[in-house]
């Protein structure tokens, strides 16, 4: 080898060495962000109260996903640790690993159903029956649908949450003045909403349409909330939010899948959430039980074939071969 080759070498040697070093450097850096990201988002979880909170109903015995869907339980509470309390809020996200789309799927919390080795009752009577697997086990017998994983939430950490994913906050069109048994005041008009404020807007009964209203706002926030967390900053404040999720979120979502979820929809980022409400219009009407109360009687079967035909895409890739052909 001459003197020449040599050079080269040592040069070629030297750009290696560099380049690993910088390499190096940037994996330091990023695991530095994450951790310092982490710790931050879990300073904000001092006053979680979820976790331990379902060790005492068992395990969740929830089906492994198939075909390509997963269908993962959201369940929010007011509960404080110790106390029991119904689910205030009752949804199922629909993920399609296929088509990388997000369903979102509202269950009235007042109707009446057979709660698996307990009488009929309101379907959120199931979550202080027996935890996060009555309410699957539930879902499962009255609607046929397998329920894969779940996630509660604790509405205290909801506002965190959000301002994490939306630090900018939320635009939302309020049709009338909002005070009622939210310990604020939210005027009529469009408004850009922060963390607190998102969560009175959600969780606000006490108008013409009581719970079917704030079904309708809880699925419109969570919708605008995807929007925002397939954004640049979002995908930046990950470690933050996991971090902050840690003390507000119970779940057995594992976090490789958590991530395949996010990944899947932000490659699909433009597509909008689907939503849909049970029951399902002109499908229930108004009944009171004894020792149960006010309750929603539902037509079961029109509710499962909308259930059914919601998540179905076979219309969709119909269409999508007769457009092609």
């Known amino acids: 080898m001459n003197r020449h ?31 310092d990201q982490y710790n931050k988002g879990l300073s904000l979880s001092g006053d979680g109260t979820l976790k331990g909170q379902n060790e005492d ?29 119904h689910s205030d809020t009752l949804m199922i996200a629909n993920y399609n690993q296929e088509t990388k789309k997000v369903k979102l799927i509202s269950i009235m919390r007042d109707i009446y159903v057979d709660i ?33 994983y779940y996630a509660m939430v604790d509405f205290k950490g909801f506002p965190k ?40 807007y959600v969780r606000f009964r006490h108008d013409y349409k009581n719970d079917f209203g704030r079904v309708e706002r809880q699925q419109e926030v969570l919708s605008k909330l995807k929007d925002e967390a397939v954004s640049i900053h979002s995908i930046l404040s990950l470690p933050k939010l996991l971090g902050a999720a840690d003390a507000y979120v119970d779940t ?21 959430v689907e939503t849909l409400r049970l029951p399902i219009d002109g499908s229930f009407s108004d009944k009171r039980v004894d020792y149960v109360g006010a309750v929603l009687d539902i037509d ?3 509710n ?15 269409d999508t071969e007769n457009v092609t052909n």
């Open 5 to 35: 080759d040599i050079r080269k070498l040592k040069k070629r040697k030297k750009k290696l060495g560099i380049g690993i070093g910088i390499i190096l450097v940037l994996l330091a850096f990023g695991v530095y962000y994450w951790v």
């Open 57 to 85: 109903f068992g395990i969740f015995d929830g089906p492994e996903p198939q075909f390509g869907e997963i269908n993962v339980l959201l369940l929010g509470s007011d509960a404080r640790k110790n106390e029991e309390g």
């Open 116 to 148: 698996p080795g307990h009488k009929k009752q309101k379907i959120n009577a199931a979550y202080p029956l027996g935890g996060p697997e009555l309410v699957r086990q539930t879902i499962k017998e009255n609607f046929g649908l397998d329920i894969h």
């Open 161 to 200: 949450i959000a301002d994490i994913i939306a630090p900018d906050g939320i635009e939302v069109d309020i049709p009338y003045t909002m005070s009622h048994g939210i310990y604020m005041t939210l005027k009529p008009g469009k408004q850009i909403l922060h963390g607190d404020q998102l969560l009175g």
């Open 252 to 272: 057995n979502l594992d976090k490789m899948t958590i991530l395949s979820i996010g990944k899947g929809v932000m490659d699909n980022k433009s597509e909008k």
């Open 300 to 302: 079961m079967e029109k």
């Open 304 to 318: 499962i074939e909308a259930l059914n035909d919601f998540l179905s895409d076979k219309k969709e890739i119909a």
